[in-house]
């Protein structure tokens, strides 16, 4: 069945840095791809998404790139803000019986110290 | 702007008692999703429904039961209560045929 795979945390940080959170995914079809962000005490927001090869979602200074050759769909920011703060959550869409299901990865855990 | 409420952010149960976890979204929205949210493990589906009355399982059903009665609210069964399933859980809406789903902030279930 199709798979998210994101890698391991927790990340840590310094305010201003250049963040990269990778995510590769398995999928039969041709999914949309989505990050969303939780932060502390709170359930998931989407952050972007991405619905066909190529696109490009972002968002709050957060991108992420559709990229069918490698199935991947990495988080970028070029400067973090301590309020990035937040668990970040890559994950697929998959159509069925009506409802789109969504399949997520582990999650990633990300700290920025000031 | 969509909202998904959890009727509790916290709740202790004891062993064997019937858990009920209730949702309610505000945006006529068709789709309503129950997960369990696990550190390590990500978001897993418990159940879903896309209509009333209609319910379909998820990745890890066993243990739960669900019931939607009413197209705004999705509840959530522990039938009876077990210690592995000690967990957040988390709601979520969406209109048919969209991906974008909207969560409720969770609610953290402890079971002693």
């Known amino acids: 069945g199709d798979s998210v795979t994101q890698m391991e945390g927790p990340v840590t940080l310094s305010e201003e840095a250049f963040l990269t959170i990778n995510c590769t995914y398995t999928?039969?079809?041709?999914?949309?791809l989505f990050w969303y962000v939780q932060y502390p005490g709170e359930g998931l927001q989407l952050l972007l998404k991405?619905?066909?090869?190529?696109d490009k979602g972002s968002n709050k200074g957060f991108e992420a790139t559709y990229r069918k050759e490698t199935t991947s769909f990495h988080l970028e920011k070029g400067s973090v803000q301590v309020s990035d703060s937040a668990v970040y959550f890559c994950?697929?869409?998959?159509?069925?019986?009506?409802?789109?299901?969504?399949?997520f990865g582990q999650g990633t855990r990300l700290t920025i110290n000031p | 702007d969509v909202k998904v409420t959890q009727s509790s952010r916290y709740l202790v149960k004891r062993t064997g008692e019937k858990v009920f976890l209730e949702c309610v979204q505000d945006?006529?929205?068709?789709?309503m999703f129950w997960y369990r949210q696990d550190p390590g493990l990500g978001l897993r589906l418990i159940y879903f429904?896309?209509?009333?009355?209609?319910?379909e399982k998820g990745d890890i059903p066993e243990g739960y039961s669900v019931s939607r009665e009413k197209k705004e609210r999705f509840s959530l069964i522990l039938e009876s209560a077990s210690t592995n399933q000690t967990s957040m859980y988390l709601c979520?809406?969406?209109?048919?045929?969209?991906?974008?789903?909207?969560f409720g902030p969770g609610t953290r279930l402890t079971v002693l």
């Open positions: 429904s896309y209509d009333v009355k209609m319910k």
């Open positions: 994950a697929l869409s998959d159509r069925s019986q009506g409802a789109q299901k969504l399949v």
């Open positions: 979520a809406s969406s209109y048919v045929g969209a991906d974008t789903q909207y």
């Open positions: 991405a619905t066909k090869a190529d």
């Open positions: 945006m006529d929205h068709e789709n």
């Open positions: 999928a039969t079809g041709y999914p949309s």
